[in-house]
């Protein structure tokens, strides 16, 4: 999903919500532990390079299943600032924003990420 061909996209996507689904299917009323550990993964594996791309593969995992994605919040609030350290370039607005677009989609507990990321 990290790439920009329109039929790689489409296949990759129609697989995410396959294991999405499977998974949520397969749990008994909590976020799906194993689907939360992989992508914490993803994200600290593809933080710094493919930031953006990483919250798009995010938000098409909210659209299937919040709850997933809201018990990331911290961790990606995590990413955000180290990677924005790391550049030494205080506030990275456009990364911030594809951030909030995600957060947008996670109801109350984005809503409260949103006000704590704009305290900063």
Do not use: W
Not at 10 to 35: F, I
């Amino acid at each position: 999903m990290l790439v920009n061909e329109p039929q790689v996209r489409k296949t990759s996507t129609d697989a995410l919500q396959l294991v999405v689904e499977r998974c949520a299917a397969a749990s008994t009323g909590a976020p799906c532990d194993q689907m939360i550990a992989v992508l914490r993964s993803f994200v600290e594996e593809n933080e710094g390079v493919y930031d953006r791309q990483v919250y798009s593969v995010l938000e098409t995992v909210a659209v299937l299943d919040a709850s997933v994605v809201q018990a990331l919040i911290p961790n990606l609030s995590v990413s955000l600032r180290n990677t924005e350290h790391k550049r030494g370039l205080g506030r990275n607005i456009a990364l911030r924003s594809a951030y909030r677009k995600l957060l947008c989609l996670l109801g109350e507990s984005g809503q409260a990420e949103i006000t704590s990321l704009e305290a900063d």
